[in-house]
């Protein structure tokens, strides 16, 4: 079995920083994009930054120029470090990740964390 669990999220004022991180753990063969998504109460789970195979990163438009999606593969980790927090950013954080289970798949297979609130204040 496989497990996502994130740690980091919290209380920040506006114009403050949090920086979230999602550990995998488990049988992993091999992880391929790992990334980040975004729930408010009401609203349906959108995309926030994606780390794709190659290295390439993916952003909404909506946090490009705050937000820094980086990851350490020999932790099988993967870090959101947001900057200038708007209390528009609040909301549930989610890790997601596919990755290849050795023990349970010959496949990728698509994670989700458990998800972390983040909650600004104006």
């Known amino acids: 079995q496989v497990q996502l669990v994130e740690s980091g999220g919290g209380l920040v004022q506006a114009g403050g920083s949090l920086r979230l991180s999602c550990a995998a753990s488990?049988?992993?063969?091999?992880?391929?994009?790992m990334g980040w998504y975004r729930q408010a109460p009401g609203k349906q789970r959108d995309l926030v930054a994606v780390?794709?195979?190659?290295?390439?990163?993916n952003y909404a438009d909506s946090v490009k120029g705050r937000f820094t999606i980086s990851r350490d593969n020999a932790k099988n980790t993967v870090y959101l470090q947001m900057n200038s927090l708007k209390p528009e950013d609040t909301a549930v954080y989610y890790c997601n990740a596919a990755i290849w289970d050795w023990r349970g798949s010959s496949r990728y297979d698509d994670y989700w964390g458990q998800g972390t609130q983040v909650t600004v204040s104006s």
């Open positions: 780390f794709s195979r190659g290295g390439s990163t």
């Open positions: 488990g049988s992993i063969f091999t992880i391929n994009t």
